[in-house]
């Protein structure tokens, strides 16, 4: 998907979501795996500067959104946050992005920043009665309307293996039509993450009962597009082919 001015172009990796949590997604939309882009190599004009470390989101009315890339480098040299509208390509063998120079991007995330994997993999999720139900071990990513949405937490036994690095045997054991591989669980059943989350503290929590979960609908277009401004919102479905309009 090309954006205007070529500022934007995401390409989707494969991943092992089931035909549930894929129909959260439409026509044109790309799916993404966090653990297929982690610490893969960041370039800028076709040379490694880093790789990435973490997406830095925000919480925004219906579903959290990636605003930029937490870049990691070697040899010393200073971290890079750079924007999510300075990606070019991203897949699961690395990104391209655009910027100048290099050096007014160089920073470390603000203490205030939440980040994806820092922050979200590896933390219990917890039902509304508090008791404790499995680990994150995955997060799906949507690419749509040139935005990356965090759509879906993972807790499921491929993720499990995905997360130790076995991404190879989450494929050869788990199909993504198999009915017994467990669904995703959509962002729109988590609550906001609290103010004190951080690597070593704070939970996920829903705002559903886990025995609620199969009756949560697949979020669509207009779930997203309900965040935005109505002038946005109005140039986004003049953009989108007609057969994906709502």
Sequence with gaps: ???????TMVATTTTTSTPAARATAVAGDLEILLSDILNVPVLKSGKKIGSLADLVIVETVKIPE???????????KPSLIIPWENVHTLTGRGIEITINEIDPYEAEPAEDVILLQDFVLDKMLINLKENEIEIVYDIRLVLRNKKLYV???????AARLRRLGLGFLAKLLYSSTDPDVEPMIPSTCVQPLPTNIGRFKGNVKLNILKENLSEIHPVDLADILEEMDHEQATDTLEEIEPKVQR
């Excluded at 998907?1 to 500022?7: D, F, Q, R, Y």
């Excluded at 759509?151 to 036994?157: A, C, L, P």
Aim: proline share 0%.
């Design 1 to 7: 998907m090309n954006s205007e001015n070529g500022n």
């Design 66 to 76: 990636v605003r930029s890339l937490y870049i990691i480098r070697s040899f010393g």
């Design 151 to 157: 759509t879906d937490v993972d807790t499921g036994k």
